[in-house]
T-cell receptor
Framework: AQKVTQAQTEISVVEKEDVTLDCVYE???????LFWYKQPPSGELVFLIR??????QNEISGRYSWNFQKSTSSFNFTITASQVVDSAVYFC?????????????FGRGTQLTVWP | NAGVTQTPKFQVLKTGQSMTLQCAQD?????MSWYRQDPGMGLRLIHY???????DQGEVPNGYNVSRSTTEDFPLRLLSAAPSQTSVYFC?????????????FGDGTRLSIL
């Protein structure tokens, strides 16, 4: 069965601190895709990154970086030098070809608050 | 580029009322879906469609109906609203069921049932 666990419900940091959001997933499929979405206070869902199961290279985009480790079934997200604008709920999600519904499996989200 | 458009953005209903949440996409996507978001629950799939005329249930379908008469539109109907349906509803689309492309989400509809 597919499952995504985001164990951190809420995280609070002070501006300029680094913060890592954890994501652990479960799937029996060998081909799958992992996503991160950001939901700012305005409520919309913003796509951040997609990673496929065959590419374990870490990715960096500005202050954002992602660490994908198949050995631990984790896809963690790090924000370096956090800013107040990073305050949002962050969702990790899984899609695999075995899903008969074609759906994304979402974690429950991590509420990140960055204080000035 | 409109993407996925949801209307209304906010709605308050009384228990027992019916309403339709509208969703339209202009990307010619075959796969469309409805999710509901509740605090601490993430997003849960209500219904989905793999093309015009084809719909099926997700994990939390009770109390909701859908139809897909065109590729562009995928409305969600609440036949008799209940307080448990107070939630934020998101419509999403992507090219097809097997596509690994990111889902495009609408901005959401915040629904309160009194």
């Amino acid at each position: 069965a597919q499952k995504v666990t985001q164990a951190q419900t809420e995280i609070s940091v002070v501006e300029k601190e680094d913060v890592t959001l954890d994501c652990v997933y479960e799937t029996r499929d060998t081909t799958y895709y992992l996503f991160w979405y950001k939901q700012p206070p305005s409520g919309e869902l913003v796509f951040l990154i997609r990673r496929n199961s065959f590419d374990e290279q870490n990715e960096i985009s500005g202050r954002y970086s992602w660490n994908f480790q198949k050995s631990t079934s984790s896809f963690n997200f790090t924000i370096t030098a956090s800013q107040v604008v990073d305050s949002a709920v962050y969702f990790c999600a899984l899609f695999d070809r075995g899903s008969t519904l074609g759906r994304l499996y979402f974690g429950r989200g991590t509420q990140l608050t960055v204080w000035p | 580029n409109a993407g996925v458009t949801q209307t209304p953005k906010f709605q308050v209903l009384k228990t027992g009322q019916s309403m339709t949440l509208q969703c339209a996409q202009d990307m010619n996507h075959e796969y469309m879906s409805w999710y509901r978001q509740d605090p601490g629950m993430g997003l849960r799939l209500i219904h989905y469609s793999v093309g015009a005329g084809i719909t099926d249930q997700g994990e939390v379908p009770n109390g909701y109906n859908v139809s897909r008469s065109t590729t562009e539109d995928f409305p969600l109907r609440l036949l008799s609203a209940a307080p448990s349906q107070t939630s934020v509803y998101f419509c999403a689309s992507r090219p097809n069921r097997g596509s690994n492309q990111p889902q495009h989400f609408g901005d959401g509809t915040r629904l309160s049932i009194l």
